[in-house]
């Protein structure tokens, strides 16, 4: 990476602070449809007061979990070199479960909790082995991301619906995959 690519520490601040917000906010609209049966605010305070601490310890764990990765991820000298790529294909992936929570909650919602409660991290913690391997990190990369979208696409599919459990294995794996993927220098 040349000097003219490298990040300063506090823009790696801001965005790490961007995608923990972003994948807080997914969690509490997950987290509110497994809790409380809808993602409607009224429903929240008003219909299930008594799984709103459930809600709130949920949000509170993806951004304790979040800022303690963050702050690994912003010190370590070994995502220098492939920082903008693997939080581009985390913006990415935390689009899709984004558009998909809010278009079939009732599919996704206890696997985006999953991907939430830590997927995510081992994903990043594994972007930076091999980072020399720019072929076949570039086609797992971009791969399963074609991947996850096809399996975040099936679930509309109302044929394919009692198929649906036999996906997760499928999203998670293609999610772990595609933060590995996006950790090459080259």
């Known amino acids: 990476m040349t000097k003219d690519q490298k990040i300063e520490p506090q823009h790696k601040t801001l965005l790490i602070i961007a995608s923990v917000s972003v994948k807080s906010f997914l969690m ?3 987290s509110s449809h497994v809790f ?10 008003f219909n299930c007061i008594d799984n709103v601490a459930y809600v709130g310890g949920s949000i509170a764990a993806v951004a ?5 990765f963050g702050y690994y991820v912003i010190r370590i000298k070994t995502f220098d070199s492939i920082f903008a790529r693997m939080l581009k294909a985390d913006f990415i992936i935390t689009a899709m479960y984004f558009g998909a929570a809010f ?6 919602a206890m696997k985006v909790m999953i991907w939430l409660y830590g997927i995510w991290i081992l994903g990043m913690l594994l972007a930076p082995f091999d980072k ?6 570039k086609i797992t990369q971009y791969g399963s991301l074609v991947a996850l979208g096809a399996l975040l696409t099936v679930h509309f599919i109302p044929t394919l619906e009692p198929f649906g459990d036999a996906y997760t294995i ?3 794996v293609s999610s772990i995959l595609s933060m ?3 950790g090459r220098s080259g």
Not at 103 to 108: C, E, Q
Not at 132 to 137: E, G, S, T, Y
């Open 28 to 30: 509490a609209i997950v």
């Open 36 to 45: 409380c049966g809808s993602i409607e605010p009224r429903n929240i305070f």
């Open 64 to 68: 304790v979990m979040g800022a303690f």
């Open 103 to 108: 278009s079939a909650p009732d599919f996704l």
């Open 132 to 137: 020399d391997m720019i072929l076949v990190k």
């Open 170 to 172: 499928g999203l998670m």
């Open 180 to 182: 590995f993927g996006a």
